[in-house]
């Protein structure tokens, strides 16, 4: 794949805000030029559903317009971001992945689109989303090798990030769609706390699950813009009374102690890939005293049906619809999933929410000795093919919990792609994962080069 001009490729959301505050160009050429760079590298990747340099144009010169005002630049000045196509836009479509919403304009943006306009990004373009945001899969290749599966849900803003098209995508996770796919792609990945950002404007799939994330080339600018979407927009009533959160300055401080880390195998550990095993063994082993082994509370063992009984309860709920109405244009996997969803006990659905709160609060004692848990971020690299996406049961515990998580995308196997570590925080305190992360990234990197 052949670089930019600007080796858009490598350039961070905050060099690029850089780059054009100094004026060694506009926001328009600096756009035309990446549109020109993501029209050759998409014919393969295939990462985006919509782009239309027209809109994006037109957002180049509203920050023009606002900048010859007078009007303070914001903190994501002339950043292109890409956003899944699950999430509203008022300026392109919103198709959730499926035949039965083509051409489907929402009359508004969601919370955190506004919220990024807002700060003086750029709407780039939509990303691919499997169907739903379920498992049928899209179109999308892996960049580090197109015969492998981006992963998914977030499969296009994985890849979009990883193929150097955007320097910052969003995307959604309700079990594993978003840490996953970027342990696949070999990018860092941030799944926030439960209700610290607004989904208003995003497609319920699991209610008592989604999470909107974000992917990029590095910590600093997932704090950037993860500070942007926090806080109570006054529709999500998960957000409610949830302040914006602090999390750049917190983030990119030092830590006042040297942090702990623990790593914690699962109970699915003998499902990960033998090499990527050794990977995660030599990993603790190169860190030394940074991280100490530990076992995960015996609650875990049962998280997984939990997570299901929610997700499809829920899933049949929120798509009630599209089930009714236009059951022939569903994928036949996903008429399978809701058909038997629909015949759930209302009381097993029950004491799954019930148990969520329960698996957070397992893990108080934890982070009362460690800043964060680190685990695998998926069972290997990513499968070959692109029937199918990948297994999420590395995220399905923190996602339940609520609690927040990061791929760290530190390593690499034989098979020459990526393979991400999984570092989670203690509930409603990212901050203090992000902070903890970068250090161990740095440190990660400074024994490296030793």
Known sequence: ?????????????????EHLLRGQETVEEFTVKLGQFVDAADDKIRAFVHRDDRVVALQADNLFRDRTAGHLPGPLYGVPVAVKDIIDTMDFPTEYGSPIHQGRYSVGDATVVSRLRAAGAVIFGKTVTTEFATTQAGPTCNPHNTAHTPGGSSSGSAAAVAAGMVPVALGTQTNGSVIRPASYCGVYAYKP????????????????????GVFARNLEDIACVAEILTGDDGHDAATARQAPRRL????VSEPPL???????????WDQVDPEAREAYEAFVDHLGDCVTHAALPDIVRNVAPWLVTLNESELAFCLQKEWLHSRAQLSEPLQARIEKAVNIPVTDYLVAKDRQFH???????????????????ALGTAPVGL??????????????AGLP???????????????GVQAVGAHQNDARLLRSARWLVSEFVKRNLA
Do not use: H
């Open 387 to 400: 029937e199918s996406t990948g297994n999420p049961i590395m995220q399905t515990t923190w996602s339940f």
């Open 359 to 377: 698996v957070m609060s397992a893990f108080d004692e934890y982070f009362a000795t460690y800043d964060a848990i680190l685990c695998p971020a």
């Open 405 to 419: 998580s990061l791929n760290l995308p530190l390593m690499n196997l034989s098979n020459g792609l990526p393979l």
């Open 1 to 17: 794949m052949s670089a930019s001009p600007l080796n858009v490729s490598e350039l961070t959301a905050l060099q690029i805000r």
């Open 248 to 251: 750049y300055d917190v983030a």
């Open 258 to 268: 040297q942090p702990k880390f623990c790593f914690v195998k699962t109970p699915w």
């Open 193 to 212: 706390s439960r209700g610290l950002v607004p989904r208003t404007g995003v497609l319920d799939q699991s209610p008592s699950l989604d999470e909107v």
